[in-house]
Every structure is written in C-alpha cells, then in structure tokens.
C-alpha cells in the first residue's frame, strides 16, 4: 500500500514538475516574444520620425531657395506642412514607446525642426545654416535609440 502510495505521488509530483517548468518556459518564450514586438515596432518609429524630421529639413531647404510666388515654392511649403503634421503624430508614438533619454533627444530635435520651418517661410535666415545644428542634434537621437534598444556598433575595423 505504502509503494502504491510513494508511486502515485511520485507520478503526482512528476506531473506538477513537468507542468510547471513548461508554464515557466512558456512564459519566458511570451515575455522574450513580446520585447522582441516592442523593440521591432520602437524601431520602426525611430527610423520614422528620423526619415519625417530629414524630409522636413530638405523640402525646408527647397522652399526657402524658390523664388517668391512659384508653384515650386507654394508646393514645397504644402509639402513641408505636410511632412510637419506626420513628425507631430509620430513623435507622439515615439513619446509612447521610447525610453527617458531617447524622449529627450527627439523633445531637443524638435525646436530646431521649427526654426528651419520658419526660416523658409519668412526667409529670416537659411535653413541651411540651421542644418548643421540639426545634424547634430539628430545624431544624438541616434545615439540615444541605440542605447535604448541596446543595439552597439563597434566602428572599429577588424
């Protein structure tokens, strides 16, 4: 009676093991499933409002050499609004998704975004000037998703 007892709770106890390191595998596979959707759909986001943000930049940049009154220049400025309302919207998914730091990287990326915008609508100043500020602070965009989706690039030659 007692081995009949010790075999059933042996079996018992086998089953509860088997059960949960499978429940716990499972789970481990879902969460690493998960972070790999996330990470995917961050840097898909990433990569949007950094393209958004460079066509912003270049049809500014357009705008602002078109002569006064052409269609060239109306049709940039539509464009570049256009290209604006889009980096509005996904820098809200952006704000959703990202860490801190990458949120404040893109947050600083944005003032500069409007002084180029404004420049080629009042031809206050070149675009092309404010560029070079807005490279640098898209660089540190860059730096900073980097790091948020632990990716490290090693420009070392091998």
Known sequence: MISQILTILGVVIGALTSYLSTSAAERARHRRALATRWDERKLDTYIEY????????????????????????????SAMNKAEQKRSALFEALTLLASPATTDAATAVNPVVWRMLEAARRRESDPREINLVLVEELNNYHRQARLDLDISIDHRAP
């Open 50 to 77: 950094a393209t958004c943000v460079k066509e912003i930049a270049d049809l500014a940049k357009r705008a602002y050499q078109a002569p006064d009154g052409s269609d060239d220049r109306e049709q940039f400025l």
